[in-house]
């Protein structure tokens, strides 16, 4: 097929197949029906036929039918071809300087070949709008201004885009409590999103940045948490689009190649003036550039104002033919979303827009296909009447979030604001100052907004913020016994947040009045009762509390702290797996994700699982950051000390558990801290100083009559952890691994032995694992074979950790009794966590075993092992000193030394070097 003459030849070509029908005007897309089209839309009939076989014409004409044409493809269910790159010439020609018409130029050309990527780069006034207008004449597309709070841009973008709800989620995610690194993340989030739907859309994107701004009152970050200016904030997100686009910015990117904007000389200005006021004489033309001096957006409004001033029919706000659509855009156009849908604005004017006036239209300019906005701001009313804000509220659908908020607001619809904001109280944050604005409303709906306040704040964990304080003061005065009941809700979940459990308890109401609240607000109160029972012990009224909550319909900002309690009490009832799938759900809170990060790592601790060290670490730097009460965090350290004890490393659980007693400050934590460290200091090899930590918390749990049931816990397991240190004391055995018997140590029986007898036979993991190890302890005391009788009944438990514990020490029996192949087979068929400490004794055991069955080469390889391997030196220590009380004639393979064997062994096996 020959090339059609012209390019807009080519246009109708590739379109009339798809156009069919008659109207007024004749056959779609003819001759006639282009001439009658343009007529309609102010322009001169006589050009059509002009531009269309000769390409002549003034570019106004141009861009007139270049506008029928791209609306006769979208009726067609077709994308607009992009216009000529001549189309704009002329007009930018005038407009622009050197440097901005090379740009423009280049950035048409390649649009018709393939996809422009560009940055410019330049201060205030080099006309970077100058030449984003002039763009987005030619391009359709997406147009983005950032400057100030970035949120108000970047949301209306992403509802634009399909992605709103997803942009708020990740907003409301944000709060100067977080890590930085963590605020970083979740803004990266936001940009990746965007880039996406962008992408997915094709549309290209020209963007303009100032060079600082915020996003949700927070200053921008990189993932690493540092702040960053907007160019360099916005370099990941430009790097990850694959549509064309230019980035106007006002400072250099760090790595992506710019192309600088130098200011515009005197003559771009002039020819600014003289495009826009043709009739002005020379004159004033120089006092309007002698006055903008080097600035395109002063010399903007200047000129308009001079527009204004010169022409009589054109009289701004009180001008009453100018009034109305002033109006209209002041309510319709907020600085955050200055894009006026043109059906609306017709609405309001009652006229369609190709009937407005010259001077109306010197009001608009277009922003995007169905899209205009306001030419200058600076002449919009202030304030616009609330009839044109419930207009816009009643045009723009529910997806279209910020238009609701912002519309409701303005037009004083409080129930419709305010039924959005219960939806999730994070949106109140797109409302800045809402809540002193709401000091004027009605009492009932004052306190449904304080009811949003009290949630929003509750959801950052900022209970002391003065907005919650007073909103939970209007609550606790209404007359709505309801919300009276849920003020006390809320004020006893911030005290169960900060630690303070017996005030949560006396805040609480009577469970049956919760039965008056909706269900989100019954199942905050029924986590805050499960709160106040899990921290009495009563574990299984927690665990019924937690369930009842699941059982309800709660609003999304609830789900985070479901989750967590659900897995706490799953954790508590011995459901492991259960308990890791809930809490690795947990969001962005930092409160709420610090504790579901310790407690999984708690959970993999108990598992024997490696990473527990990470999640509890984590767990704590949240906390810290989030400035979590000081009990809670020296329980949680308390906790981290007997994970370090575990794996070895002493003298770091020495620092955390002396920590946790300095910030300890109730007598209940410090009792519980002080019987965490009497088992390190077992471990270590100090028998006085772990007897006195544990006879001292022994006496508090002994006599306390707080939390019965956890004080029951604590005090059996600091009978144990004394026992522990008898062993030491008496036989000079630390705890630690690996545990080998033939032991004789007295007072370490006889507390093991009243100690079995006292512990519940309930069915929880705790007491469980207090059983075993109790048992574990005295079968080292033990003749073999009764020992091996205490921990049948153990070998089959479902616990990892618990059931590999309890076959190891049932082959250290095994071992003792001469049935060296029956303890093999126990240790070749168990499956061992990736715990150093159970790791370290089945080394020992197979030592042991094979030393039994003669083979003392296959013996000696193991102790190698262990030499060698990357255990702690502490376990190493035990090794050689346990191994040697079984085999002495080992020290006559090692350098020839004083030393017994023991600590001949010992010491050989510590120093691999």
Not at 223 to 241: C, I, Q, T, Y
Not at 363 to 386: I, M, N, Y
Request: aromatic residues 6%; proline residues 8%.
């Amino acid at each position: 097929m020959p090339e059609a003459p012209t390019p807009w030849l080519g246009y109708l070509e590739a379109l009339r197949p798809h156009l069919s029908g008659r109207d007024h005007r004749g056959r779609k897309g003819s001759l006639r029906w282009l001439e009658a089209r343009v007529a309609e839309k102010g322009g001169r009939s006589g050009t059509v036929r002009n531009i269309l076989y000769k390409d002549l014409g003034s570019p106004e004409e141009k861009e007139r039918l270049y506008g029928v044409i791209a609306e006769l493809y979208r009726e067609a269910g077709l994308e607009p071809p992009p216009p000529p790159p001549e189309l704009y010439l002329e007009s930018v020609r005038r407009l622009l300087g050197r440097d901005k018409r090379r740009i423009f130029r280049r950035f048409l050309r390649e649009l018709q070949t393939g996809r422009p990527q560009m940055v410019v780069v330049g201060g205030p006034a080099t006309g970077k709008s100058v030449l984003l207008s002039a763009l987005a004449r030619a391009v359709p597309g997406h147009v983005l201004n950032l400057s100030g709070e970035l949120a108000q841009s970047l949301l209306p973008l992403a509802e634009a885009l399909g992605v709103g709800e997803e942009a708020e989620a990740l907003l409301a995610q944000l709060s100067p409590t977080q890590p930085y690194a963590l605020q970083g993340g979740v803004q990266k989030e936001l940009l990746l999103l965007l880039a996406s739907a962008l992408n997915r859309q094709g549309r290209p994107l020209l963007l303009r940045a100032e060079a600082e701004g915020s996003l949700m009152g927070l200053p921008l970050r990189g993932e690493d948490g540092e702040r960053k200016g907007v160019s360099a904030w916005l370099e990941p997100f430009l790097k990850r689009l694959r549509i064309p686009y230019l980035a106007a910015l006002s400072e250099p990117p760090p790595t992506l190649p710019y192309q600088p904007l130098s200011p515009p000389t005197r003559e771009e200005a002039r020819r600014f003036v003289k495009e826009r006021l043709p009739h002005l004489d020379p004159e004033r033309v120089e006092a309007l550039v002698n006055q903008a001096g080097r600035n395109f957006a002063e010399l903007s409004r200047l000129v308009l104002l001079e527009a204004a001033k010169h022409d009589p029919s054109v009289p701004l706000q009180e001008d009453p033919a100018l009034r109305p659509l002033l109006l209209a855009l002041a309510a319709f156009s907020p600085e955050a979303d200055p894009a006026v849908p043109i059906p609306l604005l017709e609405k309001a004017l009652g006229r369609p827009l190709e009937r407005l006036s010259h001077a109306e239209r010197a009001l608009l300019e277009s922003a995007g296909e169905g899209l205009v906005r306001p030419a200058l701001r600076s002449l919009l009313p202030k304030e616009a009447p609330k009839e044109l804000h419930r207009l816009a509220l009643d045009f723009f659908p529910k997806e279209n979030l910020f238009r609701r908020l912002y519309h409701a607001r303005h037009a004083g619809e409080h129930q419709a604001l305010l039924e959005l904001l219960l939806e999730d109280p994070s949106r109140i944050a797109l409302l800045p100052g809402l809540w002193e604005e709401g000091r004027t409303w009605p009492p009932q709906e004052r306190e449904a907004l304080a009811a949003v306040v009290a949630r929003y704040r509750a959801v950052l964990g900022q209970y002391t913020h003065p907005e919650a304080r007073e909103a939970l003061e209007v609550l606790s005065q209404s007359q709505d016994p309801r919300l009276r009941a849920w003020a006390r809700i809320k004020y006893a979940e911030a005290q169960a947040d900060a630690g303070a459990y017996p005030e949560a308890a006396h805040l609480l109401p009577p469970p049956e009045d919760l039965g008056l609240l909706d269900e989100t607000a019954r199942a905050e109160g029924l986590l805050v009762l499960a709160a106040v029972e899990r921290w009495r012990g009563e574990y299984e009224k927690a665990a019924a509390w937690v369930a009842q909550a699941e059982g309800l319909r709660v609003e999304p900002f609830l789900k985070d702290r479901v989750l967590l309690w659900r897995g706490l009490v799953a954790k508590d009832m011995g459901r492991y797996r259960e308990a890791l799938e809930a809490l690795a759900q947990v969001g962005h809170d930092p409160l709420l994700l610090g504790r579901a990060r310790y407690q999984m790592g708690d959970l993999l601790m108990r598992l024997g699982e490696a990473r527990a060290r990470e999640e509890m670490e984590a767990g704590l730097k949240v906390l810290e950051e989030a400035g979590a009460p000081r009990d809670e965090l020296a329980r949680i350290r308390a906790r981290y000390g007997t994970l370090l004890r575990r794996l070895g490393a002493y003298e770091e659980a020495e620092a955390a558990l002396r920590k946790a007693l300095e910030e300890a400050q109730d007598p209940f934590t410090r009792a519980r801290v002080k019987s965490e460290a009497s088992v390190l200091e077992a471990a270590r090899g100090r028998p006085l100083e772990a007897l006195r930590l544990a006879a001292e918390a022994e006496a508090f749990f002994r006599s306390t009559r707080e939390r019965p049931k956890e004080a029951r816990y604590r005090h059996l397991r600091t009978l144990f952890r004394m026992a522990a240190a008898y062993l030491l004391l008496e036989a000079g055995h630390p705890y630690r691994p690996p545990y080998l018997g033939g032991l004789e140590a007295k007072e370490a029986r006889r507390l093991l032995r009243a100690l079995l007898d006292r512990i519940p036979e309930e069915g929880t993991d705790r007491y469980t694992a207090l059983r075993l190890d109790a048992l574990s302890l005295l079968a080292l005391l033990e003749a073999p074979e009764e020992a091996a009788q205490l921990l049948r009944p153990f070998l089959a438990l479902e616990n990892p950790y618990l059931r590999a514990q309890a076959r190891l020490s049932y082959a250290e029996a095994l071992a003792r009794a001469g049935r060296f192949g029956e303890a093999l087979a126990q240790l070749v068929a168990l499956a061992l966590p990736d715990d150093p400490g159970l790791r370290v004794w089945a080394k020992a055991l197979e030592a042991l075993a094979l030393l039994g069955l003669g083979e003392k080469e296959a013996a000696w390889s193991k102790a190698l092992e262990v030499r060698q391997g990357a255990y702690p030196t502490p376990f190493k220590e035990q090794f050689g000193r346990g191994l040697a009380r079984f085999c002495p004639d080992l020290k006559a393979r090692l350098p020839e030394t004083p030393l017994a064997p023991p600590e001949a062994l010992a010491f050989y096996l510590m120093n691999p070097d």
